[in-house]
């Protein structure tokens, strides 16, 4: 390690380290003769004895320092200083697309697009160079400042002419073409198949392929389909998804040509998103069967059919590292040298042909005489073998009818999915992810029931379960016990309210005033599952005995006077129809600046406006509302019910009756929201009024249709609110996601 003032070639003054890698260490450093910061990428001490590695470290200058493109690392200079040896490029202020999509989670459709357009085009500049990068992957990629997209580190590209195949597989595995995983001759074409896995992370915020080792990673890039990015990102544009599963063909064949094409096509789908302008090539299942020959065969026998031994051993030894920046050794040898040394002696294809026959002659005589000992009954079947039979009779049965029984997938791994799917002549694909009560792994659900006789070959869907979801209990100081109420009820917990009185200061104060969050059971960054109780206490304030002065509230919103009245354990709320505004406190009982006991009850009226008071719920049968301020579904309003103190009473109403005199409108399209189910949908919209939050329910309980065109009116004056999306499941309603809308003044 080089140490901070360190000058190397009598030129660049080491400022600090930036970074490091499987075989060179990078340092920020001052050049003295240009006046300018750059960086400089030194191999590390342990491999500079090392022949093979200096020979990749200048292999990797040569190669970088003649490219020149804006979307490309220049490299300066390259050298030796007392055996230092050491590469000078451009010194980019950013940050790597890796780290970029880990902040945020995945990037919108145009931002993906123009990173991978700007990738495209200096890989273009390379491959033109007759240069293969090899490692293309988000790692690889910076973002400057000034939203520049660069590709660095060709560290294991080599000229493209070169006719020799690598020993080890090359770049990130999550990343890597199954030629490369196969160990394979690479090309511009295993860059491609790279950038559309670099892509497909980039809108859908995760890799194709995944696994426990390296070994598992590789197989699924040989042999396993992806699922379409579109399952993550319901949203993604048809063409741009085309894109990437051209770029991701297994088959070079089968995948773009050429880099110009793919930046062609990226710049298409901004234009025409959903444009059929990329063609996929699909295997044809109807052409005919073509006889190889013998030469052909001869071939194929000593060719391997997919990762040799020593390929698989050296990607169990590989330490993979999703974060990093390690070069891969790359090392050379001449395809002869995967061949065993020994050559085997090839024999005459009419001698094979004998032995051919002599092989089939013998089978035949055992199948004739199975035949004959069963028709002389010399061979029983046991009841085992009956059911067997029986199996497969019915199969041959449901496979002659063309049709198929779905199995049961729930609760399946998706290994054991696949193999009943196969069993039973169909196919599987993951339509997505959900919480849910089953194992997370697990399939959740599927689309078609099981039991159902569908045609043989039919693709069943499913859902992943990602595990029951989490909720993150969130700080709550200073906020009013309503307040506080809803914002946990609106994260899907169950909320047990209660009233305490404060601890005191050294002057006798509350330490929280009357009707404020005095604690929250499980504490604030706590995560437990959805639909767990919390327990949420309010604060009394100070304990005066039984002769607390009666605070004024009349003229005061319900919620602010239900938090003035915090030091009161048992409120009663009733309605009465006035020319106040609807929910304004009209009376009290006892009346204001009285003395009264804070354990009695105490009465307000709230005003309904001009509308008769609500019956639809405003109190429980035995007259007192429940502690999340709703009334039970059976409730009904009673002039001398009683709610408890920290209670609100649900007047749901729709907006555009809260709202009917006013101008403000909204109209917008909600897209269908993540995880639903199809089953009744909730709508609430919350508004800041004057500093207070107003709610209104828009729908309640009724099926609706994805997208959904929003009519609605607004509260006067107010240009924005939030729609909140709850879905009824197993009767209960959870909350799916949140719309920020705008509302404006009609016309």
Known sequence: MLKTGMIIAERYEIVGKIGTGGMADVYKAMDHKLNRFVAVKVLKPEFRADTTFIKKFRSEAQAAAGLTHPNIVNVFDVGDDGGVYYIVMELIEGITLKEY???KGKLSIK???????????????????????????????????????????????????????????????????????????SDEKSDIYSLGITLYEMVTGRVPFDGDTTVAIAIKHL???????????????????????????????????????????????????QGDFVKLTTVDNDAKTVVISEEELGEIKHTPKQITKPEITALEEEKYDDNDYDDAEEEYRPRSEHRSGKKKKHHGSGRGLTIAALIGGAVLLIVLVVVLGRAAGLFGTGSSGAADSSKAEAKQESAADGLATVPDLVGKTEEEAKTLANDAHLGVQMAGEEASDQEKGRISRQETAAGTQVEANTTVKYWVSTGTAQVTIPDLDGRTGIDAQQTLEDLGLQVNVQKEYSDTDDNGYALVDPGYVYNVEPAAGTSVQAGSSVTLTVSRGVDYGDNAEVPSVVGMTKDDALTT????????????????????????????????????????????????????????????ASADGTASADSTASTDSTASADSTVSTTTSTADVNANTGWKCTQTLDTPSGY???????????????????????????ISFPYQLDISGAEGVTSGTIYLYEEVDGDYQQLGTYTVTFKKAE
């Open 565 to 624: 009245l915090g030091k009161f354990i048992d409120i009663q709320i009733t309605e009465q129809q006035s020319t106040e505004a609807a929910g304004t406190v009209i009376a009290q009982d006892p009346e204001a600046y009285a003395a009264a006991d804070p354990d009695q009850p105490i009465s307000i009226t709230i005003s309904s406006g001009d509308k008769a008071p609500s019956t639809d719920g405003t109190a429980s049968t035995d007259g007192t």
């Open 677 to 703: 189910n199809g089953g009744a949908i909730r709508l609430e919209l919350i508004q800041d009024v004057n500093g207070e939050p107003k709610a209104s329910t828009i729908i309640d309980g009724q099926n």
């Open 223 to 273: 042999q396993e389909e992806m699922v379409p990015p579109s399952v993550y990102t319901p949203d993604l544009p048809y063409s741009l998804e085309q894109i990437i599963l051209k770029c991701t063909q297994k088959s070079v064949d089968r995948r773009y040509s050429r880099m110009e094409d793919v930046i062609a096509d990226l710049k298409h789908s901004l234009i025409d998103p």
């Open 101 to 103: 999509i880990s902040k």
């Open 111 to 185: 931002e993906a697009t123009s990173i991978a357009i700007q990738v495209s085009m200096g890989l273009e500049a390379a491959h033109s160079h007759g240069i293969v990068h090899r490692d293309v992957k988000p790692q690889n990629i910076i973002i400057s400042t000034d939203g520049k997209v660069k590709v660095t580190d060709f560290g294991i590209a080599r000229a493209a002419s070169s006719n020799t195949i690598s020993s080890n597989v090359m770049g990130s595995v999550h990343y890597s073409s199954p030629e490369q995983v196969r160990g394979g001759y």
